[in-house]
T-cell receptor, first 117, second 111 residues
Framework: GAVVSQHPSWVICKSGTSVKIECRSLDFQATTMFWYRQFPKQSLMLMATSNEGSKATYEQGVEKDKFLINHASLTLSTLTVTSAHPEDSSFYIC?????????????FGAGSRLTVL | AQSVTQLDSQVPVFEEAPVELRCNYSSSVSVYLFWYVQYPNQGLQLLLKYLSGSTLVKGINGFEAEFNKSQTSFHLRKPSVHISDTAEYFCAVSEGGKSTFGDGTTLTVKP
């Protein structure tokens, strides 16, 4: 079945630094990827939709200059948290959607836990 | 606009007992419905999905769900739970390629 790899799974950084999280579709081409943020004991909050070869579409209230998304190929999307602050600490999850009949089925990465000191 | 309501935030149950996790949705058009499971510090894993056809869908780990259009529900059931089923469960609706998730139900299976 479809597999999405997310890296790193854990990252700790100092306040003011930038962190990059990668999301890769391993055995299929993902024309669309999604980035979510999840706070403890809460549901997933969609941050942005990443389309290969075009600019990401951000949800209302998400700072696009702070959360940079790049989807340069059909198998890789990256999320860069720029100038991270402690309030950016969270669990970030990506998902990928392939084309065709299964277009509404999402495959999720394992998530990346970011801790900003 | 689509929305999902998971009616129970926490469901405690004893091992080998049956369980039902409730999910109601609202949507303006035909929908696709999903149940996902999340174990601690992990991503979401698809349990089952309803895209079309039979309203009773079977998924992995012995779970099943029934799509009820008149009641706009998609409740998840398992006839006999195991300790390993302890996890967070999310119901989701997909419309136009965008998914909306419920707030989640914490299933705790006790010995």
């Amino acid at each position: 079945g479809a597999v999405v790899s997310q890296h790193p799974s854990w990252v700790i950084c100092k306040s003011g630094t930038s962190v990059k999280i990668e999301c890769r579709s391993l055995d299929f081409q993902a024309t669309t990827m999604f980035w979510y943020r999840q706070f403890p004991k809460q549901s997933l909050m969609l941050m942005a939709t990443s389309n290969e070869g075009s600019k990401a579409t951000y949800e209302q209230g998400v700072e696009k200059d702070k959360f940079l998304i790049n989807h340069a190929s059909l198998t890789l999307s990256t999320l860069t948290v720029t100038s991270a602050h402690p309030e950016d600490s969270s669990f970030y999850i990506c998902s990928a959607r392939s084309g065709g009949y299964g277009a509404n089925v999402l495959t999720f990465g394992a998530g990346s836990r970011l801790t900003v000191l | 606009a689509q929305s999902v309501t998971q009616l129970d935030s926490q469901v405690p149950v004893f091992e080998e007992a049956p369980v039902e996790l409730r999910c109601n949705y609202s949507s303006s058009v035909s929908v696709y419905l999903f149940w996902y499971v999340q174990y601690p510090n992990q991503g979401l894993q698809l349990l089952l999905k309803y895209l079309s056809g039979s309203t009773l869908v079977k998924g992995i780990n012995g779970f099943e769900a029934e799509f009820n259009k008149s009641q706009t529900s998609f409740h998840l059931r398992k006839p006999s739970v195991h300790i390993s089923d302890t996890a967070e469960y999310f119901c989701a609706v997909s419309e136009g390629g965008k998914s909306t998730f419920g707030d989640g139900t914490t299933l705790t299976v006790k010995p």
